[in-house]
Structure formats: structure tokens, C-alpha cells
């Protein structure tokens, strides 16, 4: 209880701070308010009702606090003073849209959750688990580890090539790599080792183990975890991208420290909404790190000169406004009917086949901002909401909605299976979900199938074919 209280604290608090501190006119004011007031609904029935351990949530109530909160408030605070205030992009502030986009979330945010909450109970009151599941032999268990360890070895000396090259490439310089070959080998092959990993630690936790059978399950984790850094790691993935993994091997090894709703909101709220923007204070600041430690005044200094609002104005946090942007592109060109949808249920035909396919809506905003603003990046996120909103209006905004919850609802059966694999990818897409929800559709959606079939998919295979085979040919052995 002592925690919950500590995370509803430390969430109220900035909350009356940010409220208190936006100076608006009152229309634009109580729209956000009015948000604000829907995302505290959400969270204290996620804090202090909800029973079921669903970290979903949790990245759910983050993503919202930031970037449908601080972030727009901050960005409104420092563009609606202004004359001509412009974003990072050079789309023009215009308070009409920000309430605009205020009604479009308020509508996401009940849709969501009356059905998360109304599907989750549902299922928890018809569904009884018949599930027996077969205890596998510790020998059958190595042997699958060490085909994935001996398979992911592979993955290196075959992607080295790749490996080097995103070592040695600046980010603005594009791969020579096809966007088909990076999706196959940073978000397939190159995850596979983390399916090792999670049965290795499966296997150290089994009880009645040797203290020989463990040891070997431990080296085999060891050497794993090296191969993945070797693959995932700073240098040659995204921040987005390495986020899931590194929380998903704190969620295997360090469990208690993200076993609960407030844990994880807690850990996901101190991260994301004051350790970042701490961090942005120092990244744009006149000041060096060491004389801000002898002399803790020039936080405050910097804070007066608005270092900590150009953090919020950048490209990072631009989600809000892009919903915006979206509008003014409905507004002009009207819904696409599901047809650009396609372009992420199909991500896997290549535009040398399908020469039509239709554009990601990330692109789709950058184009309409390098055409009508001057910008020159066409690469940008793109919401959940406003991706319902561009293909079928607010109709399009209920669907994403109920199509959120019923996935998160399905992944919560997974997180609670006696299967390690699944739990794996529940808890991942989970942390995913902040990537997910800031968009673009297309590109959430890709990476994670891409993940899905890395962690899952081929593990399963490779367990199932040496079961198939290897058994099988021990087992003629011993007839003859």
C-alpha cells in the first residue's frame, strides 16, 4: 500500500504542477483537463482495483501521462504566446486543432477502456483453464538451448557484414541494405538468442535439478546473453527497440522488480517523465554536468531559460501534434477507407511487387508537411488515434480502440501461461506497446511480428524438429 500511495503521490503532484503552471485560454485548458481527468480514472483502477498483474496498462497510462499531457501542454505553453509559434516540423500551432485532438484521444481512452475492462472479466469469468501441461526432460530441454546457442552463432557470422556496416553507419546515412533484409535480420534472426535465454533461465528454475544440470544452464544463459549484446546493443539498434529486451531480461532474472501494476508504473513513470527530461535539462544545457553538481542553483537557471520545454518541442514528442497534422490531411484529401491500413497488414509484400502500396501514415504526414510546410523529413509517428481517425473517421478511432483491448486482453492470457515462450513475448509486447502506441502503425506492427516469429515462431520449430528427429533416431537405436 506504501507504494501505491508513493506512485499516486508523485502522479498528482505532477499532475497539479503541470495544471497549475499552463497558462491557456480556458477552452483549451479544460480539454486537456478533461483527459487528464479520464487518464486518473484509468489509473487508480489499474493501481488500486485491478487484481491481474497487467503491465499492458501500465505502458498504457505512461505513454498517455507524457505524450498526450506534458508533452502538448509544455508545447502549447511555449507556441500559443507566439505570433507564428511553429513545431519542430514547421506545422503551425492552432488551438482549434489541439482541442480537436483532446475529443479524439477522450474518445480512444473510454472506448479502450470499457471494453479492456469488460472483455478482461468476461474472460476471466467463462474461461476454465483444462490445461495439463507435460513435463519436458531436462536432456530434451539442453539440447534445444544448445541448437539455438549453435544456430545464433550462426546469425553472427552470417549478419557480420550488416553488423558492421550499422556499427560503422551515422543514422541520417541510409543502409545499403534493403528495408526487408534490416527487418529479417535486426528483428528475426537477430532475436532468436533471446528464446535461448528464456529457456535457459526456465530450465535454472526447475526444481529437482542437478546442481550440474543447473550449472550448465547457467553457462549456456551466459553465452547467450553475450551473443544477444553482440547483436542488440546501442551501437547497431535503436533506443525503442532495445527497450523491450533489456526489460524483458530484468522481468527473467530480477522479476520483483516489475512483478506488480505499481511496480511497473512506477519504474515506467520515474524512466520516461523524470529521468528523460532530467536528462534533457542537462543535454541542452550552457552549462557543463560538473558545474551544475558544484553549483545545484544553475538547475534552476536552466529551467528559467526554457531548456527543459526544447527538449518537449523536439521530434520525440511529437505524437500529439501529429494527430493534428492528420486532421488537416482528412480535412483536405478525406478518409482513405482502410486503404492505407494495408500497407501494414501486408508490410510483407515488397513494393517491387506491389508497385500501389499504399504509403505507412507516418510517411504519409511527412509528405504532407514537406508539401505544404517545407519540411524535409518524411519518416515521422503517427498515433494509434490518428491512424484510426485518417481511414475511417471516428469510427476509425473506436475500432483501434476495441482493437487495442481485445489484443491486450489475448496477451494477458499469454503472460499468465505456463508456456515460458509465450510469457516472453506477452511481457515484450507490453514494453512494445510504447512504440506501438506513439506510431506509426505500420512500422509497431512489422517490427513486432518480426519479434514475434524470432521469439517464438522459429524457437518452437527448432524444438519441435530436433524432438521429431533426434528422439526419434534414439529411439530406433535402442529397438535395434
Not at 519436458?136 to 544456430?151: A, E, M, N, S, W
Request: with cysteine; aromatic share 16%.
Amino acid at each position: 500500500m506504501l507504494l501505491r500511495n508513493l506512485f499516486i503521490f508523485i502522479y498528482l503532484f505532477s499532475m497539479v504542477v503541470l495544471f497549475s503552471t499552463f497558462d491557456a485560454t480556458l477552452g483549451l485548458w479544460l480539454s486537456f483537463l478533461g483527459n487528464a481527468l479520464l487518464l486518473t480514472l484509468i489509473t487508480y483502477y489499474h493501481i488500486f482495483i485491478e487484481k491481474s498483474y497487467s503491465p499492458f496498462l501500465s505502458t498504457y497510462i505512461v505513454f498517455s501521462f507524457l505524450f498526450f499531457l506534458v508533452a502538448p501542454i509544455i508545447q502549447a505553453g511555449v507556441l500559443a504566446p507566439q505570433v507564428d509559434g511553429t513545431f519542430d516540423h514547421n506545422f503551425p500551432f492552432k488551438e482549434d486543432l489541439f482541442i480537436k485532438t483532446n475529443g479524439l484521444i477522450a474518445l480512444f481512452h473510454v472506448v479502450f477502456f470499457l471494453f479492456y475492462v469488460g472483455v478482461k472479466d468476461y474472460i476471466r469469468r467463462k474461461t476454465v483453464d483444462k490445461l495439463v501441461v507435460k513435463p519436458i526432460k531436462v536432456t530434451r530441454q539442453l539440447r534445444g538451448i544448445v541448437i539455438i546457442l549453435f544456430i545464433s552463432i550462426i546469425v553472427i557470422a552470417v549478419g557480420y557484414p550488416f553488423l558492421m556496416e550499422e556499427l560503422a553507419r551515422p543514422e541520417y546515412i541510409q543502409s545499403s541494405y534493403s528495408p526487408g533484409s534490416q527487418l529479417i535480420q535486426k528483428k528475426v534472426l537477430f532475436i532468436i538468442p533471446l528464446a535461448g535465454i528464456v529457456l535457459s533461465k526456465k530450465l535454472m528454475n526447475k526444481k529437482g535439478i542437478s546442481t550440474q544440470t543447473w550449472l550448465l544452464g547457467f553457462i549456456l544463459s551466459a553465452l547467450l546473453i553475450i551473443v544477444l549484446f553482440l547483436l542488440k546493443n546501442p551501437f547497431v539498434e535503436k533506443r525503442n527497440a532495445l527497450g523491450p529486451i533489456y526489460f524483458l531480461l530484468i522481468f527473467l532474472f530480477f522479476p520483483k522488480i516489475l512483478n506488480s501494476n505499481v511496480k511497473m508504473s512506477l519504474t515506467f513513470f520515474v524512466i520516461m517523465i523524470l529521468f528523460f527530461p532530467l536528462l534533457q535539462i542537462l543535454t541542452h544545457s550552457d552549462y557543463g554536468f560538473q558545474e551544475m553538481v558544484n553549483n545545484p542553483s544553475l538547475f534552476t537557471n536552466v529551467i528559467d531559460k526554457g531548456s527543459l520545454s526544447k527538449g518537449f518541442m523536439s521530434l520525440n514528442y511529437d505524437a500529439f501534434c501529429n494527430i493534428g497534422v492528420v486532421i488537416e490531411v482528412v480535412e483536405k484529401n478525406g478518409f482513405s477507407w482502410g486503404y492505407q491500413l494495408l500497407s501494414a497488414l501486408l508490410f510483407f509484400i515488397p513494393r517491387s511487387i506491389w508497385s500501389g502500396k499504399p504509403d505507412a501514415s507516418g510517411q504519409v504526414v511527412g509528405d504532407h508537411l514537406i508539401n505544404n510546410y517545407d519540411y524535409y523529413f518524411a519518416n515521422l509517428s503517427n498515433p494509434l488515434v490518428s491512424e484510426g481517425y485518417m481511414n475511417f473517421g471516428f469510427l476509425g478511432v473506436v475500432i483501434m480502440a476495441v482493437a487495442l483491448a481485445l489484443t491486450i486482453v489475448y496477451f494477458l492470457t499469454w503472460l499468465n501461461s505456463h508456456d515460458h515462450l509465450k510469457k516472453a513475448v506477452a511481457f515484450y509486447f507490453a514494453v512494445h506497446l510504447l512504440f506501438l502506441l506513439r506510431g506509426d502503425f505500420t512500422n509497431g506492427y512489422s517490427y513486432f511480428v518480426g519479434t514475434f516469429i524470432g521469439l517464438y515462431v522459429i524457437p518452437k520449430l527448432i524444438l519441435k524438429i530436433s524432438h521429431l528427429l533426434l528422439d526419434q533416431k534414439i529411439w530406433t537405436v535402442k529397438k535395434s
